[in-house]
C-alpha cells in the first residue's frame, strides 16, 4: 500500500465524514481558526520532520511515495508529498473534533 493509498482508504473518509457531521457548526471564524493551526504546524512539523529523514531517525519508502525536495540550509529537504498532506488532514481532523465537541458560542447559535 502506498502513503497516498493510505490516505485515500482511512484518513480522507474520516475527514469527508468530520466535515458531514460539522457542516452546521463550521462557520468561517472556525476554519479560520482552524487555517491559523495548519500553518503553525506546517512551519513546525516540516522542519522537525525533515530533521529526522535526514539524521535518519526514520525514513520513507520512496518507491511508495512522492518526494519533495527542497534545498534549504545547506540540506537537502526531503520530505514525501503525502506527509505533508498527512500534516494537514490531521490538523483538520482534529479541529473538525474539537468543534464537534465544544459548545457553541453564543454568538453562532441561532435565535
Aim: hydrophobic share 55%; aromatic share 20%.
Amino acid at each position: 500500500m502506498t502513503y497516498l493509498q493510505f490516505h485515500l482508504y482511512f484518513n480522507l473518509p474520516v475527514l469527508v465524514l468530520l466535515l458531514f457531521l460539522a457542516r452546521h457548526r463550521l462557520k468561517w471564524e472556525a476554519c479560520k481558526w482552524i487555517f491559523v493551526v495548519t500553518a503553525i504546524v506546517m512551519v513546525t512539523t516540516t522542519p522537525w520532520d525533515n530533521w529526522a529523514v535526514y539524521r535518519e531517525i526514520w525514513s520513507f519508502d520512496w518507491a511508495r511515495t512522492t518526494p519533495v525536495e527542497i534545498p534549504a540550509f545547506g540540506i537537502l529537504w526531503r520530505l514525501p508529498a503525502e506527509e505533508y498532506a498527512f500534516f494537514i488532514i490531521e490538523t483538520w481532523m482534529v479541529g473538525l473534533l474539537t468543534l464537534l465537541f465544544l459548545p457553541l458560542p453564543e454568538r453562532w447559535r441561532k435565535n
